[in-house]
T-cell receptor, first 117, second 113 residues
Framework: ETGVTQTPRHLVMGMTNKKSLKCEQH?????MYWYKQSAKKPLELMFV???????ENNSVPSRFSPECPNSSHLFLHLHTLQPEDSALYLC????????????????FGEGSRLTVL | GQQLNQSPQSMFIQEGEDVSMNCTSS?????WLWYKQDPGEGPVLLIA?????ELTSNGRLTAQFGITRKDSFLNISASIPSDVGIYFC?????????????FGKGTKLSVKP
């Protein structure tokens, strides 16, 4: 069983739908991340939350809206997506001291495969 | 943006052979991580490197942080069928922000029994 759990594993939605991806980590970490993985492209960082505070928004369109209610849970709210947003969305967590900009080791979930019709 | 050049893009090898892949960049990194991703799964951390010149092993896997801090390699010895997957390097730039790892495009490994 992975320490980082993502649901749903697969999601198909229309461009007018509103849906959410959920991530939960059981590792006692305090930093959580959303990454996007598209075919033929490197993983792209979307958002970083450190101690529940958003510390990074990597120029992500506003149709993606993250929410981090506590250090163990992370959501990605989706609305009015485009077909080019179809991808594997990966959640990750790490242990951060919050004192300096060290990376820590990222532990990934299994991903949510999103298809936008 | 910053890029990591990971090579080779794919490898087809016979079981028992050794494998070598690497990542290079024109930028300096303070951390190198190697991940493996199986189909339909998320990346799993294999090895983490934090100092220039560091050589670290994890079973049949060995990775090194290049002296120039601009490259890293991963070796797999005596490959077995379960080594099949996509291997990614990832690095954090000196002065880079938290979580902002730069990922390579991956090396797809196929092992023929």
């Amino acid at each position: 069983e992975t320490g980082v759990t993502q649901t749903p594993r697969h999601l198909v939605m229309g461009m007018t739908n509103k849906k959410s991806l959920k991530c939960e980590q059981h590792l006692g970490h305090n930093a959580m991340y959303w990454y996007k993985q598209s075919a033929k492209k490197p993983l792209e960082l979307m958002f970083v939350y450190n101690f529940k505070e958003q510390t990074e928004n990597n120029s992500v369109p506003s149709r993606f809206s993250p929410e981090c209610p506590n250090s163990s849970h992370l959501f990605l709210h989706l609305h009015t997506l485009q077909p080019e947003d179809s991808a594997l969305y990966l959640c990750a967590s790490s242990l951060s001291t919050g004192l300096r900009r060290e990376i820590g080791e990222l532990f990934f979930g299994e991903g949510s495969r999103l298809t936008v019709l | 943006g910053q890029q990591l050049n990971q090579s080779p893009q794919s490898m087809f090898i016979q079981e028992g052979e050794d494998v070598s892949m690497n990542c290079t960049s024109s930028s300096i990194f303070n951390t190198w991580l190697w991940y493996k991703q199986d189909p339909g799964e998320g990346p799993v951390l294999l090895i983490a490197l934090y100092k220039a010149g560091e050589l670290t092993s994890n079973g049949r896997l060995t990775a090194q942080f290049g002296i120039t801090r601009k490259d890293s390699f991963l070796n797999i010895s005596a490959s077995i069928p379960s080594d099949v997957g996509i291997y990614f390097c990832a690095g954090q730039l000196v002065g880079g922000s938290q979580g902002n790892l730069i990922f390579g495009k991956g090396t797809k490994l196929s092992v023929k029994p």
